[in-house]
Nanobody
Framework: QVQLVESGGGLVQPGGSLRLSCAAS????????MGWFRQAPGKEREGVAC????????TYADSVKGRFTISGDNAQNTVYLQMNNLKPEDTAVYYC???????????????WGQGTQVTVSS
């Protein structure tokens, strides 16, 4: 059974950093496309970053390029999202998603985590 569990969210001041983790189980990380999405109040869910470890693919939304880094650890079966220089507009619930066939840029993922809140505020 596929399961995704996010952690690492919290309250941080503008300019600060957080690292989100997504612990995956029930599948081999490298075989799946893994995405991070976020949804702010009153807004649609948007893709933030995507990785396919076996294919060596990483993509980022323009709004986070140069500030966020997605990575994966096959041994831990965990995907990370390192977020630096956080801005108030990064405030949202962040979700991890997985799919064996999705391409980076798609929103159609079969599996989703429960989400973790990130709040950027002084």
């Amino acid at each position: 059974q596929v399961q995704l569990v996010e952690s690492g969210g919290g309250l941080v001041q503008p300019g600060g950093s957080l690292r989100l983790s997504c612990a995956a189980s029930g599948f081999t990380l490298g075989d799946y496309t893994m995405g991070w999405f976020r949804q702010a109040p009153g807004k649609e869910r948007e893709g933030v970053a995507c990785i396919h470890l076996n294919d060596g693919i990483e993509t980022y939304a323009d709004s986070v390029k140069g500030r966020f880094t997605i990575s994966g650890d096959n041994a831990q079966n965990t995907v990370y999202l390192q977020m630096n220089n956080l801005k108030p507009e990064d405030t949202a619930v962040y979700y991890c998603a997985a799919d064996p066939l999705a391409f980076c840029g798609s929103r159609n993922y079969d599996y989703w985590g429960q989400g973790t809140q990130v709040t950027v505020s002084s």
